[in-house]
Each structure stands twice: as C-alpha cells, then as structure tokens.
C-alpha cells in the first residue's frame, strides 16, 4: 500500500529495555475512497518508522483518519518499548477536551 500525501507526522522519544535512546516516526496519509470498497467507504494510509504502510478504514474520511490515529496508538503500545511525546499520556494522539 502506498502511503500518498503525508498530511500529519510525530517524532516521537522511544527507550528499548537495553536502555538505548531511539526516536520513532510515524505518518498519515491523506483519507482517500477505498478503492476494493462498492459502498463509497474511505480508508486512511499510516507508517510508524519503516514499517510496511497499513490503513484504517470507515464509511468517510473523518472516521477512517480517526481510526488510523486509534489504530498507531495500538500498535504502540503492544511495541513494549518506553515512548515519549512531549510527558503526553498516550504520545498526545487523544484528545478529549471537555464539551461544556
């Protein structure tokens, strides 16, 4: 899968259990209309670091981006290694400000 116009980018601290500092990038793609989808729905490219592109799909660009976003989030936190983005709980990718 190509990943096309990167729209959004972090860099992101990481620490590996040897105690080695390395830094981490991960990248979204712009929301584009699935192409294997027949009911118009959209499907949203990410890469963390060299991994292969994958993507995250809804039925329109706003889900699809979002559910990329819940989807690096994941895949981050299953990498077991001790990441950083600014002292931001869940490397600042949630955002739940309060409505009222």
Avoid at 24 to 41: E, H, W
């Amino acid at each position: 899968m190509d990943l096309g116009t990167v729209i959004a980018e972090r860099q992101i601290e990481g620490k590996a259990p040897d105690g080695s500092s390395f830094e981490v990038v991960i990248r979204f793609g712009a929301p584009r209309p699935d192409p294997l989808s027949g009911n118009g729905d959209w499907e949203c490219p990410h890469q963390i670091g060299d991994d292969e592109v994958s993507a995250a799909y809804g039925v329109d660009s706003l889900q699809a981006l979002l559910l990329s976003v819940y989807a690096v989030r994941i895949k981050l936190a299953e990498s077991g290694a001790t990441l950083d983005w600014l002292g931001m709980p869940e490397l600042g990718l949630t955002v739940a400000p309060p409505l009222s």
